[in-house]
């Protein structure tokens, strides 16, 4: 960790004051750093073993700090699991991240934890506060099985109230927590590791234009190329199309910035592929070393309280967009020989403004833009349902589920005025082949950026940063000037995204500076649907010497995240069936299960109070089952359990 290489030093406490004779508090043996990379936007928290007892885990909570007239920045976003604009609404409720590692009991050793942050660019005008919580956890009856790389490893097999991690694996307990949206780990270091995981998730995942084969050999090149001195200079992220196919299979992802020698790659949310098997209960013992500190880069950051002063006092994050990307479609329907089909044509939106973290000393060298598509296919082989009078049925070789397929990749400065087609086909029964509407198409479009960053010095290597936001559709009735497009090839089956050749020259990303349009960014943050868009500390907030009052320990078991009481999802664990029940007598809109690595493995809307699911098919492992209607959209997690 070398400052060349972008690592800044924002708090520390290493038992004493700089003349390292005052004592910082009464446990001088408490000793923690807070690190940050400025190029890559990764938060490290490194903290000392000085407990020699029988623990088997340290629980790490990084969250915004409970106070008054404080708000919550974009900076944790990536604790939901999912990127969004710095326009979009925030859920209500502490951002925060969750994360769990081994406990080493051995008063000389040192253990960290990574954090991705995301950039908010109106940092700087608001006012807000960090906590970081520590927790000693013990065990007591618990079996947990994950799967990382595609090999299956045993985590834990704990009774009698202690035990120890399985060294095989690096995954710790974070998955056991049910109250966290998603964590991070740094159980999956070096090019080598995401080798095998990339690779592990390109052989589950179908694929029509892209090999399979085609995203190994590109994943390996990436591995080659990266130990490169001078990764990513002096050439454009089109000329090197294996780089796009490799990050396919994942939606967040960092590497480079290094000034010398090979690269590290860091795994983010959602490129973790694991399904797991817990029961039993975990148990928070005690805590651990809590501390606080400002925001590095807000308002009034360190100004009253000089123990809460950011060393490095500069916004976090690197990279964002400002404003949801959107596209607009136009339906049409109609028949042919083969079946009935439905066409949509698409455009994106002329504008879309993104914003450079300033402090990051990077630049934008180029960027390329993936769409990425959600599909579904009936879940049941052999099973007969109605689509626009046409019966269906689901071939065997076909794939279950809902998977993410990217679809193309072009340069950001042609995405604007392409367009293009998705085909939903319905053939005869003959044909065995099905099509089967997985609920509203426009919910499930996503933007992926690949953007390639440049040191402003200068020196050593780009930055490869990969950022995944969903898209917001709105149909319309016509699109000016839209071409015609003939009638599906009935030898193509499936799903089509066919995007015209036709490239503009007008750029759609635009980089949003004080420059670029007068006083553009001050107006965008200093505008109120900036701040009511995200959760905020109105009410006075207890104060207590001891910060870790603001979350007490506590027991958590398997099924602590609750549901809206008007939602009824049931049994949990579940095995053949699931029942979700809108108590209200309200009709419910959308169903939706998501896996624990973010994919939807099954979607489904409705009209109904109540739905039967079948899940027989699904993995054992932790679901979020999703329910929406017109006024409520409420989450549970589920565990899915096969005997």
């Not at 950039?119 to 099985?145: E, G």
């Not at 499930?444 to 690949?450: A, C, G, Q, T, V």
Request: hydrophobic share 35%; net charge neutral; charged share 20%.
């Amino acid at each position: 960790m070398q400052p060349s290489d972008g690592w800044e030093l924002i708090h520390k406490d290493l038992g004493y004051l700089d003349d390292n004779i005052t004592p910082t508090s009464e446990k001088k043996e408490h000793s923690w750093l807070v690190l940050y990379n400025k190029y890559t936007g990764i938060l490290r928290l490194l903290f000392k073993t000085c407990r020699q007892q029988d623990y088997d885990a340290m629980k790490i909570v990084i969250q915004f700090q409970n106070l008054p007239g404080r708000i919550q920045t974009n900076l944790f976003d990536l604790s939901n699991s999912q990127l969004n604009a710095t326009n979009a609404e925030r859920n209500n409720g502490t951002q925060k991240f969750e994360s769990v590692v081994k406990y080493i009991n051995d008063q000389s050793q040192w253990f960290y934890t990574d954090f991705p942050m995301q950039f908010d660019p109106c940092t700087c005008m608001y006012q807000s506060n960090i906590n970081v919580l520590t927790h000693l956890v013990r065990t007591a009856d618990i079996k947990l099985k994950g799967t990382a790389s595609g090999t299956l490893k045993t985590i834990a097999d704990i009774n009698g109230g202690k035990g120890s991690v399985n060294d095989d694996s690096k995954l710790g307990f974070k998955d056991i927590y049910t109250d966290v949206k998603k964590t991070i780990t740094n159980s999956l270091p070096g090019m080598n590791a995401f080798y095998s995981l990339a690779s592990s998730i390109a052989n589950t995942i179908p694929t029509d234009s892209i090999k399979k084969e085609d995203i190994k050999s590109a994943i390996q090149t990436l591995a080659n190329n990266s130990q490169v001195k001078d990764f990513l200079k002096n050439v454009l992220l089109k000329d090197i199309p294996y780089v796009g196919t490799a990050m396919s299979v994942v939606d967040y992802f960092v590497l480079g910035g290094k000034k010398a020698g090979p690269a590290k790659v860091e795994l983010m949310p959602m490129t973790i592929n694991m399904d797991i098997n817990l029961s039993g209960t975990v148990t928070t013992e005690s805590n651990y070393h809590n501390f606080h500190f400002d925001n590095p880069g807000s308002k009034n950051a360190g100004v009253s309280i000089t123990k809460d002063y950011p060393i490095y006092n500069e916004a976090m994050g690197v990279f964002t967009l400002l404003s949801t990307p959107e596209m607009i479609y136009r339906q049409y329907r109609g028949s042919s020989p083969h079946g009935e089909y439905k066409d949509f044509t698409f455009l994106s939106t002329p504008r879309s403004y993104y914003a450079i973290n300033p402090a990051s000393g990077l630049k934008v060298h180029d960027i390329q833009a993936q769409i990425i598509a959600e599909y579904i296919h009936v879940s049941d082989v052999g099973s007969f349902s109605q689509f626009n009078n046409f019966p269906i049925k689901l071939p065997k070789n076909s794939i279950t589920g809902l998977e993410r397929r990217g679809s193309y990749i072009v340069d950001f400065k042609c995405i604007g005025s392409n367009n293009m087609k998705f085909t939903e086909k319905a053939l005869p029964l003959s044909e065995q082949i099905m099509y089967a509407s997985g609920g509203d198409f426009a919910q499930n479009f996503y933007l992926k950026l690949i953007i390639n960053l440049e040191r402003i010095d200068g020196q050593g290597q780009n930055v490869l940063l990969v950022q995944t936001y969903p898209i917001k559709m709105n149909g319309v009735e016509s699109v000016q000037n839209d071409p015609y497009f003939p009638p599906y090839d009935p030898f193509e089956f499936g799903y089509l995204l066919k995007p015209n050749i036709t490239c503009s020259t007008s750029p759609v990303f635009y980089q949003a500076t004080a420059d670029d349009d007068g006083e553009f960014m001050y107006g965008f943050c200093a505008n109120s649907f900036y701040k009511d868009r995200r959760p905020s500390f109105s009410s006075p907030a207890r104060m207590s010497s001891n910060i870790a009052d603001q979350e007490q320990p506590k027991a958590v078991t398997s099924d602590s995240t609750k549901a809206s009481p008007q939602i009824e999802i049931y049994p949990n664990p579940a095995s053949n069936w699931l029942t979700v029940t809108n108590m209200s007598d309200k009709e419910i809109n959308t169903i939706r299960i998501i896996s624990s690595n973010g994919v939807i493995t099954k979607m489904l809307s409705t009209r109904q109070i109540m739905e039967k699911i079948n899940v027989s098919r699904l993995p054992t492992g932790m679901y979020v089952v999703e329910v929406q209607n017109s006024s409520i959209k409420k989450s549970k997690k589920v565990i899915i359990q096969h005997n």
